[in-house]
């Protein structure tokens, strides 16, 4: 199982891209199911990054890649700026390598449990297991305020003896809109 410390450098890992776009003024329990949207193909539109981590996952063309915010934090897309001064929906993808072999569940709980203890207004909003063509996995949509309102989504995956964890992050008001883009990115993983 990871450590307390593993897993607390995980959850700061999946704050860390957020507080950087709200601190920096970057322009831009119900457990029900969620009801996966989008399509499980790429559409044309998608443009196809290759970790030197071992994964490939599609982003939106139109969606930039700025440096990493962090060393955990493998790769950032951003939606384009559309009006000044407004926050940028983004997702980023964190791969780590756990002391020993985790189950998806254990993942999943291990961070609910941290992000419960670390994180301000967490709240879960629903969870459900979420499949990609290439590895099945779990969704959590959540809300928390790190000093601004945000509604998250994140999609943990287990696969030969990495943990994989996808976070899509919007407004409460725009969070609508994009968890369809976010579901459409995370399902293009492949380990």
């Known amino acids: 199982m990871l450590t307390r410390m ?20 970057c322009r831009g329990k119900n457990t029900s199911a969620l009801t996966p949207t989008g399509t499980t ?4 539109n998608y443009r196809t990054y290759t ?3 071992g994964y490939t996952i599609d982003f939106p063309n139109d969606w930039t890649t700025p440096p990493s915010p962090s060393p955990m934090v493998d790769v950032m897309a951003v ?5 000044a001064g407004t926050f940028k929906e983004n997702i980023n993808v964190v791969v780590e390598t756990p002391p ?12 609910k449990q941290m992000m419960t203890q670390q994180m301000p207004q967490f709240s879960e909003v629903a969870s459900t297991s979420f499949t990609s063509p290439a590895v099945g996995g779990m969704k959590m949509v959540y809300t ?3 000093g601004r309102a945000l509604k998250n989504c ?38």
């Open 6 to 25: 593993r897993a607390l450098i995980l959850v700061l890992a999946l704050l860390l891209p957020v507080l950087i776009l709200v601190l920096s003024g």
């Open 144 to 146: 928390w305020n790190g």
């Open 41 to 44: 193909t790429p559409a044309a």
């Open 154 to 191: 994140v999609y943990f995956f287990t696969s030969n003896g990495k943990v994989y964890t996808v976070t899509g992050t919007a407004t409460p008001e725009t969070f609508t809109q994009y968890e369809p883009t976010f579901d459409q990115i995370a399902r293009t993983l492949k380990p």
């Open 79 to 83: 939606r384009p700026e559309t009006t």
């Open 51 to 53: 970790s030197s981590k």
């Open 100 to 111: 020993q072999q985790v189950s998806t569940e254990q993942v999943y709980q291990i961070n």
